[in-house]
Nanobody, 127 residues
Framework: QVQVVESGGGLVQTGGSLRLSCTAS????????MGWFRQAPGKEREGVSC????????YYADSVKGRFTISRDNTKNTLYLQMNSLNPEDTAMYYC????????????????????WGQGTQVTVAS
């Protein structure tokens, strides 16, 4: 049984930083591209970032480019999202997800292409 569990969310002031973590079990982690999505109240789920199986190729939404960094440690079955220079527009539930191909698709930002999802971790940025 595949389990995906996020952690690391919380309340932070504008300009602050957080690091999210995601641990996946029940799958061969390095066979999967991994992604982060977020969803704010009343909005659609939005693709934040994707990383291929090795960590060598990454993609970011324009809204987070230069501020967020995705990485993975395949020895620990763990995915990370380092978030810097946070602002209130980053407030959302953040979800970790796994895609059953080793590389990120061209449309990596579409939720429908991902196979497994975590329950999410809340990030709140106070102004």
């Amino acid at each position: 049984q595949v389990q995906v569990v996020e952690s690391g969310g919380g309340l932070v002031q504008t300009g602050g930083s957080l690091r999210l973590s995601c641990t996946a079990s029940g799958l061969r982690f390095d066979d999967y591209a991994m992604g982060w999505f977020r969803q704010a109240p009343g909005k659609e789920r939005e693709g934040v970032s994707c990383v291929n199986w090795s960590g060598g190729t990454t993609y970011y939404a324009d809204s987070v480019k230069g501020r967020f960094t995705i990485s993975r440690d395949n020895t620990k079955n763990t995915l990370y999202l380092q978030m810097n220079s946070l602002n209130p527009e980053d407030t959302a539930m953040y979800y970790c997800t796994a895609h059953r191909w080793s590389g990120c698709l061209g449309s990596w930002y579409e939720p429908k292409y991902y196979n497994y999802w975590g329950q999410g971790t809340q990030v709140t940025v106070a102004s």
